[in-house]
């Protein structure tokens, strides 16, 4: 059986390595009440809708794979109902959505909505005599856990926010705001397994990713910028004026200096870009500006701190323009002014963001629009979004399932699209893990394990990062789990999306299963191959002591009977191009 599994690994990635763009039949979604309409307030955007060769069934696809994360059954009929336009500026102004549900899920981890130093104080590491003890021998790993038990260690606070990104992927009303909340955590990335990182890091999207995720863009640089989490990532927190003898503490002593590494990554990667006009003076200038910017006993209290001592009071002068000495944490304040504003950082962020939402070669017009928007409304970060999203280039068929999905938009998607439920800890079936957490340890086997990239840059947004023949047959592998309800936590009934069709009869199968999870967008040549696999003995499931009844209009035969293994050919649908691509 394993074996045979791996043969129809290979036979979807061969599926996968197609092309995945082209017409396909309507689909025929389940129908679903009409939404009634209420009075509201007139939308912060107001969408108009671009003309396309798209058919109205593809453009809502398209902006349910391209805003969110993917439909679930029923979406691209409510959103047909509601009018797409309306549905779009209801996704730029998430606060206009309900999200009870999601909201009392998350309720499961406790760790979401501490501050940082109840978070210290809460899940302290363990006594290091306790570990010396145990590595001497002179106690057992049971005794240590009885001491300090697992549940009240550090790894817990990122283990409950990938538990928690995943639950609101799946479960959110707020679909854009959360690919606008993952975009930006890649974009301002910090590494939670760093040090103090883990104790900040649930704090650092709360409070500085995702309240600015649509709001502008000078707002959440800042926000970044006094963050603990970013300042110890990336070492500002040590950074001092260079003739700095620290005076207590354990550096008591020791000769203190500037450290560059934030003022670097300010400008190259979350600003102006690599080729954004700044020199290695500016470098040093704008870490002149930061120093003093630190962290209150990182292991102990873990806020942020302005400490005048460590400051540079000199006067410095940053991509021209000029501060006066004695600027004190103004300086670095000044710092975010100009470089929130510098035309350089309107393109770099635009290209960003139409990378993510166009193609991965973002198209130069398109680009240029956005840059300017960005510029005009003083980094509005909903408006640029919006001029994207509402563009003809969005909309365009190059555009239409154009890039590939990233793990965590494939893992949600997916669970998403068999209409899965996630359970929370401790409920039965979770195992105590519960489906949020199970799911970000698929994402993590799939190559991004969440909030814990090394490197400033995050995750990348392109397709040459994610595919290769390995990771094509993990995914494989993921949805064969999936669709056989393997993954602790998360419940999944794959016979309702097959609903009445003849499992005797493996093509009608296979339509219900195209029509369902791809809302029949599947090119011919992908039906061509799945179809293929439909006398595989893995799918019929038939034995050759099965025969088929017969049937009025023909005699009976020696043919083995089918009785269709809906979990495996949804799998394989699950592995093609179509539903890898976004």
């Keep these: 059986m394993r074996a045979r599994v791996g043969s129809l690994s290979l036979l979807a990635v061969a599926v996968l390595a197609a092309s995945a763009c082209s017409s396909a039949p309507r689909s025929r979604q389940t129908a679903v009440p009409a939404l009634q309409a209420a009075p509201e307030p007139a939308p912060a955007v107001r969408v108009a809708l671009p003309a396309t060769s798209l058919t109205e069934e593809q453009r809502i696809v398209h902006a349910l794979n391209r805003l969110g994360y993917g439909p679930r059954p029923g979406d691209v009929e409510r959103v047909r109902q509601m009018g797409l336009a309306k549905w779009m500026e209801r996704q730029l102004e998430p606060s206009r959505i309900p999200d009870e549900r999601v909201q009392v899920a998350l309720q499961a981890f406790p760790t979401l909505t501490r501050t940082v130093p109840e978070l210290v104080l809460a899940y302290p590491e363990p006594d290091p005599k306790l570990l010396a003890k145990v590595q001497s021998g002179e106690m057992t790993q049971q005794e240590m856990r009885q001491m300090a038990p697992p549940e009240r260690r550090p790894f817990r606070i990122p283990a409950e926010l990938q538990a928690a990104k995943l639950t609101r992927a799946v479960m959110s009303e707020r679909q854009l705001e959360e690919v606008m909340t993952d975009f930006w955590f890649n974009h301002f990335n910090v590494d939670a397994r760093k040090g103090a990182v883990k104790w900040m ?128 944490e103004q300086d670095g304040i000044h710092v975010i002014d100009i470089l929130s504003r510098h035309p350089a950082t309107a393109r770099f962020i635009a290209t960003k963001l139409v990378r993510r939402f166009v193609s991965d070669e973002p198209p130069p017009a398109l680009v240029e629009r956005a840059a300017r928007t960005f510029q005009d409304t003083d980094g509005d970060i909903r408006k640029v979004v919006a001029i994207i999203v509402t563009s003809p280039e969005f909309f365009s068929a190059d555009a239409y399932g154009a890039k590939i999905k990233k793990p965590i938009e494939l893992v949600a998607s997916a669970v998403r699209a068999v209409g899965g439920e996630i359970m929370p800890p401790g409920e039965p079936g979770s195992q105590q893990v519960g489906g949020g957490l199970a799911l970000a340890l698929q994402v993590a086997k799939l190559g991004e394990p969440l909030y814990q990239q090394q490197p400033p840059t995050g995750y990348p947004d392109v397709a040459e990062a994610w595919v290769n023949t390995g990771a094509l047959l993990n995914r494989l592998n993921f949805a064969l789990a999936l669709a056989q309800n393997r993954i602790p936590g998360v419940a999944v009934d794959i016979g309702r999306a097959v609903g009445t069709a003849d499992r005797e009869k493996p093509s009608r199968v296979l339509d219900a299963l195209l029509v369902s999870l791809l809302q029949g967008q599947a090119r011919p040549e992908t039906r061509t191959v799945l179809a293929a696999q439909l006398d595989n003995p893995e799918i019929i499931r038939a034995t050759p002591d099965d025969r088929r009844v017969a049937a009025p209009e023909r005699p009976a035969t020696n043919t083995p009977a089918a009785n269709t293994d809906v979990d495996k050919l949804a799998a394989l649908v699950l592995g093609s191009p179509e539903f890898q691509r976004r």
């Design 201 to 328: 890091v649930a704090d650092y999207e709360r409070t500085a990713i995702r309240p600015h995720a649509l709001g502008k863009f000078r707002d959440l640089l800042l926000a970044t910028a006094r963050h603990p989490a970013m300042l110890f990532y990336l070492d500002n927190w040590m950074s001092t004026r260079a003739d700095l003898v620290a005076p207590a503490g354990p550096n008591k002593g020791r000769r203190m200096g500037l450290n560059e590494n934030y003022a670097r990554e300010i400008m190259e990667l979350h600003t102006l870009g690599v080729d954004g006009g700044y020199t290695q003076q500016d470098v040093i200038e704008v870490a002149r500006a930061f120093t003093g910017w630190t962290i209150e006993r990182p292991r102990e209290q873990g806020t942020f701190l302005f400490r005048p001592a460590a400051h540079d009071q000199g006067a410095k002068t940053v991509l021209g323009h000029a501060l006066p000495a004695y600027g004190g």
